[in-house]
């Protein structure tokens, strides 16, 4: 009995929580100006689907440069991930594999 109290205690105590926004700013006074400090997680990148790389290829060369993917946010945030050989530019061979 005194097991499930404890749950029942625990998840008002979580819900309650829940429930108080948090604010995950903090101003600290500096001689030099105030300096701002934000954490926490981010809020999420909007769902745009997987990228298509001919839509994205502006310049049709067959790879696609940083700047390219910049209307697919996801991949623009990804690049460097996606850019599994490291030269700068994603493949259509490493956008499907990232797409898996």
């Not at 700013?25 to 400090?37: E, N, S, Y």
């Not at 745009?48 to 945030?77: C, K, W, Y």
Request: some cysteine; overall charge negative.
């Amino acid at each position: 009995m005194k097991a499930f109290y404890a749950c029942v205690g625990c998840l008002l105590l979580v819900g309650s929580a829940a429930a108080v926004a948090e604010d995950n700013t903090m101003t600290i006074d500096r001689p030099d100006g105030p300096l701002i400090v934000n954490w926490g997680q981010p809020p999420p990148l909007p769902d745009q689907g997987r990228p298509v790389f001919d839509e994205l290829d502006s310049n049709n060369d067959g790879r696609l440069t940083e700047v390219e993917t910049e209307p697919h946010a996801l991949l623009h945030t990804d690049f460097k991930f996606a850019d599994a050989n490291r030269n700068g530019s994603i493949s259509a061979t490493e956008l499907d594999r990232w797409n898996r």
